[in-house]
Every structure is written in C-alpha cells, then in structure tokens.
C-alpha cells in the first residue's frame, strides 16, 4: 500500500468508528427505551427538583426519598399537564430578569422563539448548553445513518442554506432568537464545523449576516465555487431550498458573472459577509463558462434536475419534508431530479424527539423513532369524534396520558414533553401517529398541528384535510402549464355565513374556468361530517378561492423575518387568523372564485 494512502485510510477507518459508535448507542437505548425513559425522567428531576414550578407540585416530597420504580406514577399523578400558557409567567419573569431557579437549577441565558405559526407570534422557550448539546447529538446519529446508505466523502462539502436570525435582549439581559440561530451559535456548531473540516461551504459571516436574500445569493455562489465538493444539498425546511432555487432562477447569470470575474454583486451590501466571501472567491473563467452554458441548457427545462447537473457528486438533498413542508416536495423533487429526498429528523424548539433511521424512504413514508434519552415522552391517546357529533370544541376526544412503552401501533396521540430545560408534562400540541417499534422505542408519523384549524361552526377541518383538499383541487392545473407555489388559508368570519377563503399564488397563466373547477374541486374534498352538514344547510357559505400576485407569499415571508423569525424556521401558516398576514393577502389578491359545490 503506497505510504501516502494510509492518513486518508486512517481518518476513514476513524470516522466509520464514531458512526458504529453511536449507532451502537442508540441500539442500546432503543432496545431499552422504557428502562431508560425512567433514567431520564429520573435524571431531570434530580437535577431540578427545588425549582418553584416543581414545588407547587412536589414539594412536601424528598427526592431521595422516592422509590425509582415509583417515580413515573409519582410525577405525573402529582404534576398536571400544562400549556405554554401555564409556564409563560415563569418565563416571562426570567426574560425580565429573575434569575432564581424558577423552572431549572441550570442558570438560563438565552430565550428560543417558535416559529410563530401556530399561534400567530411566536413564543419563548427556555434554551440551555442541553439543547445545543442534543442538537449535535442528533445531528451526529442521523448523519451516522445516511453514511450508511449514502456514504460521503472525507473532507467534501455542504451546500448548506441555513441562516441565523437577528437575536435581541429582553428587559433582563437575555439573548433571544430563533433555536437555529442559538445552535449556529454555540460551541457545539462550531465543533461540528472542525469534526467535519468545515464542511459547510459558507463561513459564518454568510450564516449570520442577518439578511436572508443576501445569505442565499452567497450561499449559491459559494456552493458553485466548489461545486465539484459538494457531497449534499440541505436546509431545516424543504421550503428554504425551494426558495433559494426559485431565486437562483432570477440571478444564475449574476452569479456567473462573479465566479468569472472573482467578484461579488453589490446585492451584497454586508461589509463583513462581502470580505468572507470575496476571500473565498477568486478568478475562475473556465468554471463560469461551463456553469453559464449548463444554465442555459436547464432554463429551457424550466430548471428540471438543476441540483445534480451543478453539483454532480451530490448523492441526496435532505430537509424536513413532513407535515407543512409536504406540499414543497413536488418543486423539490423538480429540481433534485433522480436525486434521493431524504426527510430529515422530527423536532421543536421545546425538544428534538426523534430521528430517521431508514433515510432510504421516501419523504411521504419517512417515520421517526423516538430518542428516549432527549426528554421524558409522554403520549395523550386521542380518536376521532363520531362523524354525528355536533361538538364544536375540538375533533378528538382525549384520554389519560402513556408512557412510551404502552403506546400501539397505528393509534394518534398527542405529545407530551418533560424537558431537561424546564418544561414538564408540556403539551406540544403535535398530533403522531405510531407507525411501529424500532426495538423498544416507538416510531411516528407526524399527522398535524391541533391548533392549526380551519373552523367556522361546527366544522373542524386540520391542516393534513386542508393540505388534501388543495392537492386535490389543484390537479385540475394539470391541463395547464402552471404551478402551485403556495397556499394558506383563513375563516373568514366577517361576514354571515362564514366560509372558507383559501389563498393561492400561481406561476403560470390558467383560464378562469379551470380556477372554478379548482375552487369546487377544494369544496368537494373537505369531508368533515360538521362541514358537510354546515355546507348543505348553508350554515357555512361556498369556498372562496383568492388568486394573489406574484411575490404574495414573499411579503408573508418578509413580514415573519421583520418580526425576528429565521428563514431557516419560517414555515408558510397553512391557517391563519394574524390580521397582518389577512391584509397582506387580501390587498394583493386580483382573482376571486366562489364555490358552486352543494347549490
């Protein structure tokens, strides 16, 4: 064997070590899974027993006192479920700085922001060295698995379009930001940058510059300097790729012209991301030529397959694809071509929760096992009301809350969180399903949000049924050369009856008589029994289909970056109520369709 093989060996042989590694550890811990999430609820609860939150719960109790094979039923007969709500006036008083052990013994330092869909703003969340450490930790074991079937290069790179947040102080001093900006933050990113050499393609000048439009363009241009390194394309949110090649479309050119001359467009105003980047962009007119003419070739494919003919040792593009990111994958799939869609790994600002461990599935079949050392799981069995049911206060009927181990296949729950970093018996407002056991831990699908509903009277429609209905109503765009490239939707209850006004942006041109079929085809597709029974009284009126100008979901888009979310957590409300966001879309909405459905 030539000498000079034997470092590259070495280091290969090191890395498959610490991928068997963790793979070897997490075998254990599923196969384990109810023992451990004992250890674990066990683990938070000596760590922070004494905080004032537990004692109203637990405090005429010894810690040392309680039998471990009794603390399960001890916790949660004694500490009730909670809200975000129940624990809001604790967090709020660390934001304004009360820095007594309120929810943790652990001192918190930094505040997490959710995204801000569900509710209509966001919502803070304790963020410790824990969450930052978890983090990586499911970062290394899903990277572990993918090695597997998609092995990797030492040393190559990441195409990887992520983006910090702007990050401010609350009243007391703390740091607040998004949980992506936190992580991109902390120690445990930048040791993952030196575990890999780097293997992001932008510096963390372009990550943290604080202007997304600028970040993508670096981010673009720096993944064509190495192009020919790049092992995968990624970002949290399916959504983030689409939008990045959906304005790579616009300015493919600009960049050319970049890596030709080895400068850097005056789009790019950041002085310290321009001196980042033009540091790692030097003169290269044989790779902008080949580039411009491969671009040329793929506009007059409307960009199908750009991924791997740019980036030709990409093996899979990864990202959250479930849930509110499932409509991105048709555009995604467009541009990745043959390339695997591998979906990426289940979590919440509040705790990550599972990984996916057969990167092999496609996106619509991808299930999460559950990381029984991350948080203490619980799961609230719930099923559905019968279809003669007249109840308007939610469409599942609740009963007590699981440990991990009783949970059955093919049964919904709602999932329930206690946390290393303060949150206990912390309803996520998540709707899985159990899709089987990996060992001993169990493995979801994610159904939908409880609270992202769209209900006029006694209808409840979720956003997997709204989700339905538009892919069915949009296939009538089939006929045509057009494309969804966005939806959301809202009850509008501003004039009797109420109805449903969904709201669609469209590249492409369509006839109005197939914007009809569309709109009674969403109407048909809702099969609640409440809003069937609604419909044909007339209790609710007919769908209302609002066609908004290009660029609509932009203004949505920017108007979420204003208020302090990150791109690389901004996920388009599939339902809303926030007033902003219904005056943004109804100002540029220029088509209007009514249902002829049940007339």
Known sequence: ????????????????????????????????????????????????????????????????????????????????????????????????????????????????????????????????????????????????????????????????????????????????????????????FKMKQKLTKSFTCSPEEVISGGDYNQSTYCHLLLGLVLSDKVEFVTSTFAYSIVQAFTAFEEMWEEICKDIKDGSLSPRVTSPEMRNAVLELNSPNPPLASMLEEKCRELKGLDWFSVIPNLWPNAKYVYSIMTGSMQPYTKKLRHYAGSLPLVSADYGSTESWIGVNVDPSSPPDLATFTVIPTFSYFEFIPLSRQKQDSTSAVDDFLEADPLPLSRVKVGEEYEVVLTTFTGLYRYRLGDVVEVAGFYKGTPQLNFICRRKLMLS?????????????????????LSRTKAELIDFTSHADLSV???????????????????????????????????????????SIGPLELCIVEKGTFKKVLDYFIENGAAMSQFKTPRCTSNPVIIGILNRCSIKHFHSTAYV
Not at 127 to 140: G, K, M, N
Not at 523 to 535: A, H, K, Q
């Open 1 to 188: 064997m030539p000498a000079s093989t034997t470092p590259m060996r070495e280091a290969m042989n090191g890395k498959n070590h610490e991928e068997n590694e963790i793979i070897s550890w997490f075998e254990e811990v599923a196969e384990n899974a109810g023992r451990v999430q004992t250890q674990t609820l066990g683990r938070i609860i000596e760590l922070n027993f004494g905080v004032e939150y537990l004692k109203k719960w637990l405090g005429h109790l010894q810690f040392q006192d309680i039998e471990p094979t009794a603390l399960e039923s001890l916790y949660t007969s004694l500490v009730p479920l909670c809200s975000h709500a129940d624990i809001n006036p604790y967090i709020q008083r660390i934001a304004d700085g009360d820095s007594s052990p309120l929810l943790t013994q652990q001192p918190i330092t930094t505040l997490s922001l959710s995204s801000g869909t569900t509710d209509g703003k966001p919502k803070y969340v304790p963020f410790t060295r824990h969450s930052a450490q978890t983090t990586l930790e499911i970062f290394r074991l899903a990277a572990a698995h993918r090695s597997r079937v998609y092995p990797i290069r030492k040393g190559g790179r990441i195409l990887e379009f992520i983006y910090s947040s702007k990050q401010f102080k609350t009243k007391g001093g703390l740091g607040a930001g998004t949980a992506t900006s936190h992580y991109y933050a902390s120690e445990e």
């Open 456 to 476: 006029v009277n006694i209808d409840k429609n979720t956003e997997k049924d709204l989700q339905l209905a538009v892919e069915r109503g949009s296939m009538h």
């Open 496 to 538: 009797q009856p109420g109805h449903y006004k969904i709201y669609w942006e469209i590249k492409g041109q369509v006839d109005d008589e197939i914007l009809k079929e569309c709109c009674r085809g969403m109407d048909e597709s809702f099969n609640d029994y409440g809003y069937l029974v609604s419909r044909k009284s007339r």
